[in-house]
């Protein structure tokens, strides 16, 4: 499988929005997910997709975050509405060759390649 590569980060106020788009050219990835790492704290799953159209995620963002797939341009999108200053980490893509059962879209062991990281900084 090809790395996939973020794109997207920036700054922001709190209340604003961003894009993070993830690219991964070739096939085979049935599953994949955005996951976040805030300095000093475990690397989290944010939102998690799969090719079945399950889409999943974590309590602290449901409700302004929505992620999708345009499957013609091989891209995963996390649209991030709303933003707050706990949101403020590096935000990784990565993704499976499997489709598994929707709790584990959040897990980081579902996942076998990753991304390098896109920085995410929300002020107050």
């Known amino acids: 499988q090809v790395q996939p590569v973020e794109s997207g980060g920036g700054s922001v106020q709190a209340g604003g929005s961003l894009r993070l788009s993830c690219t991964a050219s070739?096939?085979?990835?049935?599953?994949m997910g955005w996951f976040r790492q805030a300095p000093g704290k475990e690397r989290e799953g944010v939102a998690g997709w799969d090719s079945v159209g399950t889409t999943t995620y974590a309590d602290s963002v449901k409700g302004r975050f929505i992620v999708s797939r345009d499957n013609a341009k091989n891209t995963l999108y996390l649209q991030m509405n709303n933003l707050e200053p706990e949101d403020t980490a590096i935000y990784y893509c990565?993704?499976?060759?499997?489709?598994?059962?929707?709790?584990?879209?959040?897990?980081?062991?579902?996942?076998?390649?990753w991304g390098q990281g896109t920085q995410v900084t929300v002020s107050s």
């Open positions: 990565a993704t499976s060759p499997y489709t598994r059962a929707p709790e584990y879209l959040l897990l980081r062991d579902t996942y076998n390649n």
């Open positions: 070739g096939y085979g990835y049935s599953s």
